[in-house]
Every structure is written in structure tokens, then in C-alpha cells.
């Protein structure tokens, strides 16, 4: 094997299409509804799964009227507890006998203060965003290799970068790495399954208004002193993000070429470049800023100047 070329073994392409199914969870918004829609514009059936009812519903009855020649199913799911994420496969299992595409994108980020306020914002942060990874892979990877398909877990540039939230953060770099070790297993073994990584950078969702999911069974989320301060600078970095079907179609070309990372942008790339060579040198942690954002200095005026008003 030639160094780089990455693969122990090929795993064969996979051409989406009718007869096939689709499960992704966070399908209600953003990323998630937008990889349904494309999937069930492949032929697909689709299953939604979110923890938002409302929204849920409305995002099926979208797909659904978009005519695709698959079924589509919507099902409430809280991925932060295994039993629901069992209860999921068995009821696609039950519904369509198999399972080709399961998407674990379901995921929150909130303004919980991580190293002074309650630990109620880790514990939602972990639970969504690496718990119900974890619950879907195992979940799911039977069925998977059972069909031969093809697993895609929705991390960040959060997982390669950690300079945006220690609990986003710390979430995002957990799910590249079980990612990337499920990827080797699989490829020691020759299994035949597809796993895929994707890592966006700023990207048009509701990602910033996760709140609105935060579980009542962990109490309240108390911000962050510069939450709100930086509020503004987050939604318009997020509003200049790519459009979640341009997302989409990149996870769809993955899965097909059966390639591991997703990226949606070189400039976070080189930012995680960056830290990788500052790392080799033994340097310490680089006041470098997430593309778009301010300059660590002028986050620091925009504390200084808002906490001495
Ligand atoms: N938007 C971005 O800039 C961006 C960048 C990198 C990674 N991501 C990741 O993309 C994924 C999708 O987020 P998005 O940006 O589309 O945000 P979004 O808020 O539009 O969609 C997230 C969905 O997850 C659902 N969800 C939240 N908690 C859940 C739970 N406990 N169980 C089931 N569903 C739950 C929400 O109801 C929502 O429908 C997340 O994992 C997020 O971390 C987003």
C-alpha cells in the first residue's frame, strides 16, 4: 500500500437508488432535512427521526409531497437514550427488512456555561451529540453490514479545530475519533460497509437556536456571561454558511465513492493546518479565530468593553 492511499481494503461504490433506506436522525432541520430530501429524491425510502415533534411532522409532509417514488416515515426519537435508538432500527427493520444508509447527524450546541455554571450543559452536549452517535453506530451496524451499506456520522470542524466551545468542542473531536477507529475496524476485518466523517464548517441551520431542544429532565441552561454578546457574530457566520443541500450532495457523492471525510471548506482546513503544524513544533495552543469570526483580540475588547459598561 502506497503511503496515503488510505484503504486496507476497497470497499465496492454504492449507487443510492430505489428499493434502498434511508435513516437519519435530526432529520426535522437543517443538514439532516436536507440529506432526507436528497436521499428521497434518489428513490429512497426515508426515515426520519427527531426529537422535535412539530418540526418533525412538517419536515415529513415536505418530503413526502416532494414525490419521491420511496416511503417516507417519521418517528420521534430522543437519541441521548439507547432504548429509543434500539426501538428505531427495530421498527426500520420491521418496516423495510434492511437498512442501507443511516446518518447520525442529530446534534445541538448551546451557551451553557462549561467551567463556572451547571454541569446540565455537558450533560446535553455528550448526551446528543456523542451518546447518540454512539447509539446509532451500534444500533445500526448490524443491519449495515447485513446490507452492505453505509454509515455517516455528522461531526464538525469542531472535531479537528477545538477553538469555538470546550463542550461542542470536546463532542466533535469524540465522534471523529470513534469514526475514524469504526472506519479501521471495518477495513481490518473487510467488512463490507461504508463509513463516512463529515466535518462542515458554518453552515444555514437552526444549529444556533438548539436551545429550543434543551430536555427538561436536565433542568435549566443558564448562558454563558458572553453568550449573548456573541450572538450576532454566530448568526452571521452561520447565515453566510453553505445552503444544507449543498451539504447534501457532498455526503451523497461520499456515500457512492465510498469516501471517509466530508469537508465543506479549504479555509478550515488550513486552520486545522495550522494547529496540526503548531502541534509538531510543540507550541502552545495559537490564538488562531474560526473562519469568520473575530480575531482573539477583538473577542477580548468585545469582553473587556462589554463587562466594563
Ligand atoms: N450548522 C452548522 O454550522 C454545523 C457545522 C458543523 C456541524 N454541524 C452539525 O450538523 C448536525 C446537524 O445540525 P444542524 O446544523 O442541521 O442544526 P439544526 O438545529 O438545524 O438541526 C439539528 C436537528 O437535531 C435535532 N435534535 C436535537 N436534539 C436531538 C435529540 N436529543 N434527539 C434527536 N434529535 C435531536 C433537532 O431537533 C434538529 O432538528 C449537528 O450534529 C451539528 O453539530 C452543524
Known amino acids: 500500500m502506497s503511503p496515503g492511499s488510505g484503504r486496507l481494503r476497497e470497499t465496492r461504490p454504492m449507487q443510492l ?3 434502498q433506506t434511508a435513516v437519519v436522525t435530526g432529520a426535522a432541520s437543517g443538514i439532516g432535512l436536507a440529506l432526507t430530501q436528497r436521499f428521497a429524491a434518489a428513490g429512497m425510502n426515508v426515515v426520519l427521526a427527531d426529537v422535535e415533534t412539530g418540526a418533525l411532522e412538517r419536515a415529513a409532509a415536505e418530503v413526502g409531497a416532494a414525490g419521491g ?6 418517528r420521534v426519537v430522543d437519541v441521548r437514550h439507547a432504548g429509543e435508538v434500539d426501538a428505531l432500527a427495530a421498527a426500520v427493520i420491521e418496516r423495510f427488512g434492511a437498512v442501507h ?20 450543559t455537558w450533560e446535553w452536549t455528550i448526551g446528543v451529540n456523542l451518546y447518540g452517535v454512539i447509539h446509532g453506530v451500534r444500533a445500526f451496524l448490524p443491519h449495515l453490514l447485513a446490507s452492505g451499506g453505509h454509515l455517516v456520522n455528522t461531526a464538525s470542524m469542531a472535531g479537528l479545530y477545538p477553538g469555538l466551545s470546550p463542550t461542542y468542542d470536546a463532542t466533535k473531536h469524540a465522534v471523529v475519533a470513534l469514526t475514524e477507529n469504526l472506519f479501521r475496524q471495518m477495513q481490518m476485518i473487510g467488512a463490507p460497509i461504508g463509513v463516512s466523517c463529515l466535518c462542515p464548517g458554518w453552515v444555514r441551520t437552526k444549529i444556533f437556536e438548539a436551545e429550543r431542544n434543551f430536555p427538561e429532565d436536565l433542568g435549566a441552561l443558564e ?8 450572538r450576532p457574530v454566530v448568526e452571521r457566520v452561520i447565515a453566510e454558511g453553505v445552503t444544507p443541500a449543498a451539504v447534501a450532495d457532498l455526503v451523497a457523492d461520499a456515500i457512492e465513492a465510498r469516501r471517509f471525510w ?7 482546513l488550513d486552520l486545522a493546518m ?12 495559537l ?22 459598561n
Open 223 to 230: 448562558h454563558s456571561p458572553t453568550f449573548e454578546m456573541m
Open 101 to 120: 444508509v443511516m446518518c447520525n447527524n442529530a446534534g445541538v450546541a448551546g451557551g451553557g456555561d462549561a467551567w463556572f455554571g451547571p454541569i446540565n
Open 274 to 285: 495550522r494547529r496540526w503544524t503548531s502541534i509538531a513544533d510543540g507550541l502552545d495552543p
Open 69 to 74: 417514488s420511496g416511503d417516507v416515515v417519521a
Open 262 to 268: 466530508v469537508f465543506t471548506g479549504q479555509e478550515w
Open 287 to 308: 490564538p488562531d479565530s474560526a473562519p469568520g469570526m473575530p480575531s482573539a483580540d477583538e473577542i477580548v475588547a468585545m469582553i473587556t468593553g462589554s463587562t466594563s
Open 17 to 19: 437508488g430505489h428499493g
